[in-house]
Every structure is written in C-alpha cells, then in structure tokens.
Nanobody, 116 residues
Framework: QIQLVESGGGLVRPGGSLTLSCAAS????????MRWYRQAPGQEREFVAA????????????HYADSVKGRFTIARDNDKNVVYLEMNNLNPDDTAVYYC?????WGQGTQVTVSS
C-alpha cells in the first residue's frame, strides 16, 4: 500500500525557515520522481519543487518554481525513504498547505503559515 505522510509544517515569522518531510511507504522514493505542491486558500494547487529518480540524467534531476528558486531546497534520503523540502527566507505568500506527491498518489498535506 502506497502512503505519503507529510510533516514539519507550522507557524513561522517572515524570514524564518522550516523543513518539511514526506515519509513514503510501499515504494522506494529513489525509484520515482517526487514532487512538492502547495495550495493557498482560495487558490489552485501549484507546483513547488521536483526531484527526479536516482537514475535520471543530472539535468532533469531537480526543478523549482520560479517563486521559490534560491530559497527552497528539495532533497531525498533513500535510506530513510523520505523526501524533504527545506524552506528559507519564508514570506507570507508561502502560506499554504504543502503536499508531497508521486504520480497520482498524494499525501494529506501539512499547513505552513508565515505571519508576524
């Protein structure tokens, strides 16, 4: 059974940092492209970051939305079977529910709120 469980969200002040985790079960995260999406209140879900499967060509390995480039970092720990999203220099526009996904499989999401 494939499961994705996000954690690490919370309330943070502008300029602060958070690291989200996506614990996977039922498959190996290194064998698939993994993505983070987010959805702010009243808005459509949007792409945040992606990391390719471990055998993917290097140029296709990691991608970011322009809005988070330089501030967010996606990473993967194949031994722990976890995908991370390190978020730095957060601003109120980053407030959203963040989701981890593999193809058609989605986690339940974790809330990130950036507010002073």
């Amino acid at each position: 059974q494939i499961q994705l469980v996000e954690s690490g969200g919370g309330l943070v002040r502008p300029g602060g940092s958070l690291t989200l985790s996506c614990a996977a079960s039922g498959f190996a995260v290194g064998d698939y492209s993994m993505r983070w999406y987010r959805q702010a209140p009243g808005q459509e879900r949007e792409f945040v970051a992606a990391i390719g499967a471990k055998e993917a060509p290097i140029e296709h390995l990691i991608h970011y939305a322009d809005s988070v480039k330089g501030r967010f970092t996606i990473a993967r720990d194949n031994d722990k079977n976890v995908v991370y999203l390190e978020m730095n220099n957060l601003n109120p526009d980053d407030t959203a529910v963040y989701y981890c996904t593999r193809n058609v499989f989605w986690g339940q999401g974790t809330q990130v709120t950036v507010s002073s």
